[in-house]
T-cell receptor, first 116, second 111 residues
Framework: DTAVSQTPKYLVTQMGNDKSIKCEQN?????MYWYKQDSKKFLKIMFS???????INETVPNRFSPKSPDKAHLNLHINSLELGDSAVYFC???????????????FGPGTRLLVL | GQSLEQPSEVTAVEGAIVQINCTYQ??????LSWYQQHDGGAPTFLSY????GLEETGRFSSFLSRSDSYGYLLLQELQMKDSASYFC????????????FGTGTRLQVFP
């Protein structure tokens, strides 16, 4: 059973297109995240949701819009894709309320986005 | 602001011991986490230290000194499969409470 799953695993698209990445976790966690990892492997948070509510919204262009239909799902929609959006996007989840709970994050396999 | 410093690369041979250091600057501190990421894979949680001292989990140990704002990950009896990137991380105690990752240390294990 996959704890955190993402689809698709690979996404190759043209500039200007709109695309979505889906994420689901079956760990019963309250908090979910989207991270972007660039070519230098720098891992940076984009969004965080706690129980369907937006908690963290980093300085991400508003072309990126997360949606959480329930606490087990956090999807990411990207409008008008640009070359600089090419990266690996990771979904993650964690269970807060415990010592170290926020620091123990479970990551999905990643979505490798290439914008041409 | 928050910042974490790690060496960019470390090399070692199979069977050896390697230590990956992490120094951090934070406006508040809960604890230090470590993650492993193989090429093409996802980050995987390794350990979390909230208190000073050494915590051991099999071949991997993690150490924290809060007074020195310093920690390290110790890998013993290195195996080829340990070749990966290792990230330390701290929680930002500002408004957002997000996890901030270091730039990662690439460990290459040679036969």
């Amino acid at each position: 059973d996959t704890a955190v799953s993402q689809t698709p695993k690979y996404l190759v698209t043209q500039m200007g297109n709109d695309k979505s990445i889906k994420c689901e976790q079956n760990l019963g966690h309250d908090t979910m995240y989207w991270y972007k990892q660039d070519s230098k492997k720098f891992l940076k948070i984009m969004f965080s949701y706690n129980n369907k509510e937006l908690i963290i919204n980093e300085t991400v262009p508003n072309r990126f819009s997360p949606k959480s239909p329930d606490k087990a799902h956090l999807n990411l929609h990207i409008n008008s894709l640009e070359l600089g959006d090419s990266a690996v996007y990771f979904c993650a989840s964690s269970q807060g309320g415990l010592a170290g709970g926020e620091e123990t994050q479970y990551f999905g396999p990643g979505t490798r986005l290439l914008v041409l | 602001g928050q910042s974490l410093e790690q060496p960019s690369e470390v090399t070692a041979v199979e069977g050896a011991i390697v230590q990956i250091n992490c120094t951090y600057q934070t406006s508040g501190f809960y604890g230090l986490s470590w993650y492993q990421q193989h090429d093409g894979g996802a980050p995987t949680f390794l350990s979390y230290n909230a208190l000073d001292g050494l915590e051991e989990t099999g071949r991997f140990s993690s150490f924290l000194s809060r007074s020195d704002s310093y920690g390290y990950l110790l890998l013993q009896e290195l195996q080829m499969k340990d070749s990966a990137s290792y990230f330390c991380a701290v929680r930002d105690m500002g408004n957002t409470d997000k996890l901030i990752f270091g730039t990662g240390t690439r460990l290459q294990v040679f036969p």
